[in-house]
């Protein structure tokens, strides 16, 4: 069964994915107004991601039932000190969220919901590589350092990326 209030910690959920949307969508313009064009492709296909993550957990509300209140939606930071600040700052969002997921699956085991347990495990498996990914590059960028040429690379390599819809959506 799902329960009212597993119904509107899963609705707190979609107001942080779409948050983490915001933020991402934050970050690209950010890049793009310090000419990191690639970078800032990164993040807005990050968003995408998001967006996506927000509605697979909308839609999911609403086929056990439930009723999605939607709430106001934080503005996020503008502005950042570097390239650097800017994936740190993404890293520890995606730490945060990983946390907020393994919160709904201890409710989810608490209150013996199953098939949230088991949809929750899509999300849990998403968050380690959506932090291995934030971290991955929060690395390059350390080792980059002030190196002109290495950024570039960098900004290069992160503009190739595409968001292609999961094939369990």
Do not use: C
């Not at 839609?59 to 999605?68: A, D, K, S, T, Y």
């Not at 995606?94 to 919160?103: A, C, H, P």
Request: glycine share 8%; net charge negative.
């Amino acid at each position: 069964m799902f329960s009212e209030k597993m119904s509107e910690a899963m609705a707190g959920q979609v107001n942080a994915e779409y948050y983490s949307a915001y933020l991402y969508l934050s970050m690209n313009s950010y890049l793009h107004s310090i000419n990191l064009s690639g970078m800032a492709n990164w993040m807005n296909m990050q968003a995408q991601e998001e967006l996506f993550h927000g509605t697979k957990l909308y839609n999911f509300i609403l086929e056990r039932g439930g009723r999605v209140i939607l709430a106001k939606i934080d503005q996020p930071p503008s502005a950042w000190d570097s390239p650097l600040a800017v994936f740190e700052n993404a890293y520890a969002h995606e730490q945060k969220v990983t946390g907020l997921i393994n919160d709904l699956v201890d409710l989810a085991q608490e209150e013996r919901d199953h098939a949230t347990n088991i949809f929750l495990q899509w999300f849990i498996s998403e968050q380690v590589e959506e932090e291995a990914n934030a971290s991955g590059i929060v690395h390059k960028l350390q080792l980059i350092g002030n190196d002109a040429g290495g950024l570039f690379a960098l900004d290069q390599e992160l503009g190739s990326r595409v968001f292609t819809m999961p094939a369990s959506g």
